[in-house]
T-cell receptor, first 117, second 114 residues
Framework: AQKVTQAQTEISVVEKEDVTLDCVYE???????LFWYKQPPSGELVFLIRRNSFDEQNEISGRYSWNFQKSTSSFNFTITASQVVDSAVYFCALSEYKGNSGYALNFGKGTSLLVTP | DTEVTQTPKHLVMGMTNKKSLKCEQHMGHRAMYWYKQKAKKPPELMFVYSYEKLSINESVPSRFSPECPNSSLLNLHLHALQPEDSALYLC?????????????FGPGTRLLVL
């Protein structure tokens, strides 16, 4: 069975600090897809990135970067020079085939990030 | 454009009421989802529609009844709900053609059952 673990429940940082959110996953599939979503207090889940299992290149998008390491089954997310607007709950997720042509996301429990001025 | 819309944004209902949640997307996506999210928890899958047919029902109680009238619209009909059903209900869609596609979420409906 698949599993996504986000061991950090809550993180609090001061603005401009760098912060890394950890994600460890378990799957028996050889091909799989990992995602990060941001959920601000408004509630909407905002897609940040998708990574497939055969592409281990790290990715950088502005202040955001992702480190995918298949050897350790980790897909960590780093925010550089954090800002107050980064305060949100961040979910790591693994795409799971549920049968009958249905794919769904298997979410970790989320990490609540608070950035204070 | 990756917009999924949901109405209403907030809903308060009594345990004897019947209400419906609506979700709409105009991205040509053929897979649509309902998730339920309780406070401080991750979203939990409820239903998946693929090409307007129900493909996954995660053992959801019958007081929740999904409907997919066409490829752009997804409804969730609510009847005789319990206070523990109070939650954020999220709709999502994805193209539905390959395994790697991203799900895009709507803003959610915050439901309070009294």
């Amino acid at each position: 069975a698949q599993k996504v673990t986000q061991a950090q429940t809550e993180i609090s940082v001061v603005e401009k600090e760098d912060v890394t959110l950890d994600c460890v996953y378990e799957t028996r599939d050889t091909t799989y897809y990992l995602f990060w979503y941001k959920q601000p207090p408004s509630g909407e889940l905002v897609f940040l990135i998708r990574r497939n299992s055969f592409d281990e290149q790290n990715e950088i998008s502005g202040r955001y970067s992702w480190n995918f390491q298949k050897s350790t089954s980790s897909f960590n997310f780093t925010i550089t020079a954090s800002q107050v607007v980064d305060s949100a709950v961040y979910f790591c997720a693994l795409s799971e085939y549920k049968g009958n042509s249905g794919y769904a996301l298997n979410f970790g429990k989320g990490t609540s990030l608070l950035v204070t001025p | 454009d990756t917009e999924v819309t949901q109405t209403p944004k907030h809903l308060v209902m009594g345990m004897t009421n019947k209400k419906s949640l609506k979700c709409e997307q105009h991205m040509g996506h053929r897979a649509m989802y309902w998730y339920k999210q309780k406070a401080k928890k991750p979203p939990e899958l409820m239903f998946v529609y693929s090409y307007e047919k129900l493909s996954i029902n995660e053992s959801v109680p019958s007081r929740f009844s999904p409907e997919c009238p066409n490829s752009s619209l997804l409804n969730l009909h609510l009847h005789a709900l319990q206070p523990e059903d109070s939650a954020l209900y999220l709709c999502a869609s994805r193209p539905g053609r390959t395994t790697e596609e991203t799900q895009y979420f709507g803003p959610g409906t915050r439901l309070l059952v009294l």
